[in-house]
């Protein structure tokens, strides 16, 4: 049941492809694998065992795209990364539960993600590093000086300086650093790859957002230029049961992170909301002008909401602060490589796709069907998914806004496609070519029935468009779970 219009979706990309007088490599193999160059750059790709690479280079269409003359390493932790580098420099993104994406100029950028979305965009000559776990921290830098930015009970802080990069995060939901490198797993696997070219500096900072003290130091030690704020805590049931975790949270580490920014002088930030400030909407596809905040079903929403008036109100009082905020639907799925999933740290994930993908792998016994007596016709709610790749590349499409733009823009970011849990059943059984013992219970509090995103406004504004399919979606995120039986 498509209850959306999939205009503005399409699939350009070229599996294999390498155009121009560049030069493409991939490292991967397996099955799936895709790689594209253009230009005169060189790309490069690493991916795991049977899983799927991709590199690219000039050219349109492609999930990664690099372009000009320099070098891109891509590689993620538990969820998704896309890097996008050009010039001279070197750009490397890790993603860890969420999507990381990353985009460098001159630079060396790094990115690393929780649970949520990272983007990193650097510019100029300068370093960018945006880590996040919760609900994902985004950040950008442009220009010559280093971005830094952190999120929720994952943190995430980017600097640079000339060649380093530093990564601020609290590991609330990730592995913590390991040693011998002191790196969170999913961070050393970027590193690993970034070695393969040009090594940067890389400072890893495992501390709360929250720790305002702290925090200051890391923007003091690092001229930060641009901060992508998605870290958070994210589950819809869980911000129900610990209502005050959520407002602690989420709330005092945005608020802290502000401050700081502003006492520096950094004021430009992407930060990553949800589709669930629109509470039960009232029309679909829904835009960014429904209203939002009294009808919010559950406490994870209302941080987010409120998150967003405290970033409207610093913007309106402060003309020189530069905010946007892009208002997620249902990121699901993995890095194409198999190398960057959903790897929550307890090993009990509470979204639906990873749920699902530990009942295919045998993890988990049987699937839990949050309620099949809502008004939708199959019976169960029906959400706007969006592969994190395409996730990914729309934060570096909002960070090109950021730089360009103050004030304060909001974003939908989705598909426009309306898919019901027992059709995400289905998709994800085609993909791991099992049928998955499922089991309707009650429905979960927090839940609303249907949620579908209008995305005219990036589309016409940003420039972006999702063009990842369901089957994508499920696809990558199986290949993660088997390349990864126990995460990390
Ligand atoms: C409407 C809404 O608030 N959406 C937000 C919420 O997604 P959701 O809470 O919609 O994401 P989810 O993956 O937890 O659930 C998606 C759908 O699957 C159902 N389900 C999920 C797990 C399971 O074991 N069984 C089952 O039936 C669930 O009831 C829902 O209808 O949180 C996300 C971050 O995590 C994003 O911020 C979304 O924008």
């Given amino acids: 049941m498509n209850d959306g219009d999939r205009k503005g979706v399409e699939r350009k990309g070229v599996n ?17 694998v895709s790689m594209k160059n253009g230009g005169d750059g060189v790309s490069v790709m690493n991916g795991g065992d049977d899983g799927v690479s991709v590199i690219s280079g000039g050219g349109d269409g492609v999930s990664m795209k690099n372009g000009g003359d320099g070098v891109s390493v891509m590689s993620g932790g538990d969820g998704v990364s896309v890097m996008s580098g050009g010039g001279d420099g070197v750009s490397m993104k890790n993603g860890g539960d969420g999507v990381s994406v990353m985009s460098g100029g001159d630079g060396v950028s790094v990115m690393s993600g929780g649970d949520g979305v990272s983007v990193m965009s650097g510019g100029g000559d300068g370093v960018s590093v945006i880590s996040g776990g919760g609900d994902g921290v985004s950040m950008k830098n442009g220009g010559d000086g280093v971005s830094v930015m952190s999120g929720g009970d994952g943190v995430s802080v980017m600097s640079g300086g000339g060649d380093g990069v530093v990564v601020v995060d609290n590991c609330i939901n990730a592995k913590p650093p390991q040693p011998p490198s002191h790196l969170p797993p999913s961070l050393e696997r970027v590193r690993k790859l970034v070695a393969t070219s040009t090594p940067p500096s890389l400072h890893f900072y495992h501390l709360s957002l929250q720790d305002r003290q702290q925090l200051r130091m890391v923007f003091d030690k690092h001229c930060v230029k641009v901060v992508i704020h998605f870290a958070g805590l994210k589950a819809v049931g869980e911000s129900v049961k610990r209502p005050l975790d959520y407002y602690a949270n989420n709330l005092t580490s945005t608020i802290t992170l502000l401050q700081v920014m502003n006492e520096v002088g950094c004021r430009v930030l992407v930060f990553s909301s949800s589709s669930t400030v629109y509470g039960p909407a009232t029309y679909f596809p829904t835009d960014e002008d429904h209203p939002t905040g009294p009808a919010i079903t559950n406490p994870y929403g209302r941080t987010k909401y409120f998150c967003e008036q405290v970033m409207k109100d610093v913007a309106a009082q402060d003309k020189r602060w530069s905010v946007v905020v892009l208002r997620y639907f249902n990121p699901v799925g993995a890095h194409s490589s198999g190398l960057l999933g959903d790897d929550p740290v307890t090993g009990r994930p509470v979204n639906l796709l990873p749920s699902l993908a530990h009942v295919a792998a045998g993890r988990k016994k049987v699937f839990h069907i949050f309620g099949e007596d809502w008004d939708t016709p199959d019976g169960t709610c029906i959400r706007d998914f969006m592969h994190v790749m395409d996730l990914a590349e729309g ?8 730089h360009t733009h103050t004030g304060a823009s909001v974003f939908n970011l989705g598909r426009g496609e309306g898919v019901s849990v027992r059709q995400m059943i289905q998709a994800f059984e085609r993909a791991c070519g099992c049928s998955l013992p499922c089991e309707v219970v009650c429905r979960r509090a927090g839940d609303v029935r249907r949620t579908t995103c209008s995305g005219d406004r990036a589309k016409a504004v940003l420039g972006w468009r999702p063009y990842r399919t369901l089957d994508d979606m499920c696809r990558d995120s199986w290949l993660f779970q088997v390349n990864n039986p126990h995460g990390y």
């Fill in 16 to 32: 294999v492809k390498n155009g121009d007088d560049g030069v493409s490599v991939m490292s991967g193999g397996g099955d799936g």
């Fill in 395 to 402: 934060h570096v499409a909002a960070l090109e806004h950021a």
